[in-house]
Every structure is written in C-alpha cells, then in structure tokens.
C-alpha cells in the first residue's frame, strides 16, 4: 500500500524502520526499507537461478525545528501501527483513511 502523508509517499508493505536523526536543533526523519530479493539467472541460458538480495536507499525528510520532527515522527508511527494492525488482522481500524492514487 502506498500511502503519502507529509509530502513523502511510501509503500507500507516495504517499510523496515523509522528513525529520527538529530542534530543539535535541527534533525531528519529516516525511513529504511526492507531489500529487494529477486531471483537470477547464475548464468545466461542455464536455467539455475539464485536469490539475490538489492538494497533499497533510505529515504530522508530534513527538519529545521525538532517540535516538528517529533510531530511527524509519531504521526508516522501511527500510520505505519494502524497499516501493520491491518496486514496482522486484514481489517482497517475505522479511522484509518488510506490515499487513493
């Protein structure tokens, strides 16, 4: 599920970790992702394939006032609490309103 909330747009399904970085008065919002695994060819035409694993780029969002680095923060792991309740139960809690694209 993607979902955009504080001009970044993420796919929930992908998300591994949410992590504030601060420096003095200011910080960023980090958001890391679970790798890719796909499976490859070893070598062309032999038909034995292997998993490899990619990994994704974090993803970051600066913040100049750390007030709002906390707001988004925590506004953040309410969605990403709210969308893991869904994967564990398949049921949306009520509030919950996922972005349409």
């Known amino acids: 599920m993607i979902y955009d909330h504080g001009g970044i747009a993420l796919n929930l399904f992908n998300l591994k970790a ?5 420096s003095g008065h200011d910080g960023k919002l980090v958001f890391e992702f679970h790798n ?7 070598t062309a035409g032999s038909g ?4 490899k694993s990619y990994s994704n ?3 970051t969002q600066y913040f100049e006032d750390l007030t709002d680095l906390e707001l988004h923060y925590q506004e953040w ?3 990403w609490t ?11 809690p009520v509030d919950f309103k996922p972005n349409r694209f």
């Open 18 to 22: 949410v992590k504030k970085e601060i």
């Open 36 to 42: 890719m695994i796909r499976s490859v060819e070893t």
């Open 48 to 51: 034995i394939f292997e998993d």
């Open 57 to 59: 780029a974090s993803i």
């Open 77 to 79: 792991l309410g969605i």
């Open 82 to 92: 709210q969308f893991t309740a869904y994967v564990i139960n398949l049921e949306l």
